[in-house]
């Protein structure tokens, strides 16, 4: 009787969460990351990386329609839009949904999950990467932001935790460089993990985005293989009324770009989203201040 195979999460130090393995489909330490695809009886097909569980095929449609439709769904006409990461081909499937959408790059890092999605989990992308209006960069985000003299519309962040590859898409120094690749009024997304458990994640990625741009604000989405309460996004942007897209607005906007059928993002649900647990809600606010305390301080400094 062959012995049951249970992998782990094993990010958080004080407690883990593991799942049966009814089969192993894949598994390699890449030059970035250990990777290993699974399948289970409840999730279906699982991709964890690095000991963190990324994605799983019964339920990655809230995190990815909630990455992509809402920063695209408040833009009248986003054109140009840039993926850092989100090598499955999740978050590029819900982008280029939106037929405003003439060009989508994603930039990956680690090609073996770009191959790997293909291979074991293709309905995920369900042809994105072949899309004509999609590029594949093979390269690391900070150094394609840094060098990049593109401008989008839209930066969606679709990172891994900020351990190994991905620390680096959690700094200044990166929202910074995405800061300066984003057109005017343009929309910087980012994961921000899960505020219940991690606080600092929220309150690190809040206070950046606070000092950068004009309007920053987190919002949440229920993944259930995201072990450990709502899991934020964050947002940020210099256009403030962005934020203040009414819902009609938001399903014109939708039946416009003949875009139905989702299994998460709704209108309202977009705004919903924005309205955090007061938990939470402390924790953006008092990053905010701590950013616009620094703000003044540095003012006052070059005043002298
Ligand atoms: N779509 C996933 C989900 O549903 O949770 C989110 C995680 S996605 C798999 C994270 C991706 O970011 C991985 O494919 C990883 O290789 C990629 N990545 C990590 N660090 C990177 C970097 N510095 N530049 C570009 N991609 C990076």
């Known amino acids: 009787m062959s012995k049951d195979r249970w992998v782990e999460e094993t990010f958080h130090p004080h407690w883990r969460v593991r799942l049966k393995a009814d089969e192993i489909l894949h598994e390699v330490k890449t ?20 000991g963190v569980c990324q994605l799983t095929t019964s339920d990655e449609f809230v995190y990815h329609e909630m990455m992509a439709h809402v920063p695209l769904m408040a833009l009248d006409k986003p054109k140009r839009v840039l993926v850092i990461g989100g090598g499955d081909g999740g978050v590029l499937r819900e982008v280029l949904k939106h037929d405003t959408v003439a ?6 890092i680690d090609r073996t999950v770009v191959d790997t999605a293909l291979e074991h989990y293709p309905e995920i992308a369900n042809g994105c990467f072949s899309d004509s ?6 390269a690391d985000g900070l150094k394609y932001v840094a060098e990049t003299r593109e401008k989008f519309d839209a930066i969606i962040v679709d990172s891994s935790e900020p351990i190994g590859p991905s620390a680096v898409l959690h700094t200044h120094a990166f929202f910074a460089d995405c800061k300066r690749a984003l057109t005017e009024g343009g929309i910087l997304v980012t994961q921000n993990g899960l505020p219940f458990l991690l606080p600092d994640h929220l309150a690190g ?29 964050n947002w940020a942007s210099d256009d403030e009324s962005l934020l203040d897209v009414s819902p009609k607005k938001l399903a014109k906007r939708a039946a416009k770009r003949g875009i139905s059928g989702l299994k998460y993002w709704t209108p309202a649900g977009h705004l ?15 990053a905010i201040a701590k950013a616009a305390a620094k703000a003044a301080k540095a003012k006052a400094r070059k005043a002298k």
């Open 31 to 50: 030059e970035h990351q250990h990777l290993v695809i699974f399948k289970n009886e409840t999730w279906g097909t699982v991709l964890m990386l690095d």
């Open 103 to 108: 060009n989508a790059t994603l930039c990956e």
């Open 133 to 138: 209006r999609a590029d594949i960069v093979i």
């Open 205 to 233: 990625t809040t206070e950046i985005f606070a000092s950068l741009f004009k309007r920053c604000a987190p919002y949440l989405c229920t993944q259930p293989c995201y072990f450990g309460g709502p899991f934020a996004l």
């Open 272 to 286: 919903a989203a924005f309205a955090l647990p007061a938990y939470a809600q402390t924790v953006a606010d008092k």
